[in-house]
C-alpha cells in the first residue's frame, strides 16, 4: 500500500515538469490537464512502472490528435476526446512494454474477439490470451471499441504516421460525430451505438415510415431489411426474420414493382 501511494505521489509531483510538458499544443495540454487522474489511474492500471514511457506516450498522442482536422479538434467532443486519449494511451503502454505486437491490434478491434474468450474459443491461442489480460486490466476502457477501423491503430503505431484525411474521415464517422440529422434508417443500420432510448425511438420511426411507405428507394429498402434481420437475429426485434422476409420485404417490394419504381 505504502509504495502505491509512494508511486502516486510522485506521479503527482511530477506532473507538471515529466508528463504536461510544454511542447504540447495548449489543446492537449488543457485534455491532459482536465484528464489527470484518468490518465494517472490508466498509468497504475497498466503495471509498467516507466514515466519516460507516459510521457513518451503522451507526446505521440499529442501528434496523432494534431493530425484531426481544425473542425474535430475544435468541436470541444469531450466524450470522443477521453475515449482517444484512452485508447491510445492502453495501445501504447502495451504495445511500449512489448506485451502487444502492433499487427495484433486487429484482433483487437475485431466484432467477435469477445465472444470467443466468452465462448473459451481462444483458451489454446497465447496471443488472445494476452489479449484477454490487456482487456481485463484496464479499469473502465473498452478495448474493443476502438473508435474507427483498427487498420488506422495499425498503420499509426507501425509507422507513426496516418494520412490526416483519412484520420479525420474515420473520425467524422465515428459514433462521436454521425450527424442526428442523418435519416433514421441509416442510425438504425448503426444500432450498436445507440443507446436503449434512442434505439426504441429510431426503430419506431423506420417503423412508420416504412408502413407509410415513404422507403422507396432500393438502397434504403435493402439496408432497412438487412438492419431488422440483423436485429431480429441478435434477439434485439420481436419480429421473426421469416415474417420480415415474407410479410415485410416481399410485399414492400411487390408494391414498388408496380409504378416500376424498381
Known sequence: FFS????????????????????????????????????????????????????????????????????????????????????????????????????????????????????????????????????????????DDTIFDASIWTEWFSSGFVKPLTLSEAVLSSKYFRAASQPAWIQLWHAEDLTDSEYIQILNEVEDGWNRRIYTEVGEVKHIVGSWLWLSDAGLYKTTCQDIVVLRSEEHTSELQSPCNL
Not at 108 to 125: A, T
Request: charged residues 25%; hydrophobic residues 35%.
Open 4 to 143: 502505491s501511494r509512494r508511486r502516486h505521489t510522485r506521479l503527482q509531483g511530477d506532473w507538471s515538469s515529466d508528463v504536461c510538458s510544454s511542447d504540447l499544443s495548449q489543446k492537449v495540454k488543457a485534455l491532459v490537464s482536465t484528464c489527470k487522474s484518468r490518465i494517472i489511474g490508466l498509468y497504475h492500471d497498466s503495471g509498467y512502472k516507466n514515466l519516460r514511457v507516459l510521457r513518451h506516450s503522451i507526446l505521440e498522442f499529442e501528434r496523432m490528435f494534431t493530425a484531426l482536422s481544425e473542425s474535430i479538434r475544435g468541436a470541444d467532443n469531450d466524450a470522443f476526446e477521453l475515449h482517444f486519449l484512452a485508447l491510445f494511451l492502453v495501445y501504447s503502454f502495451e504495445i511500449s512494454n512489448a506485451n502487444l505486437i502492433t499487427s495484433e491490434l486487429g484482433q483487437i478491434g475485431s466484432i467477435l474477439s469477445p465472444y470467443m474468450d466468452h465462448l473459451g474459443s481462444s483458451n489454446g491461442d497465447p496471443t488472445m490470451q494476452r489479449i484477454r489480460g490487456i482487456r481485463s486490466k484496464y479499469n473502465g476502457v473498452d478495448i
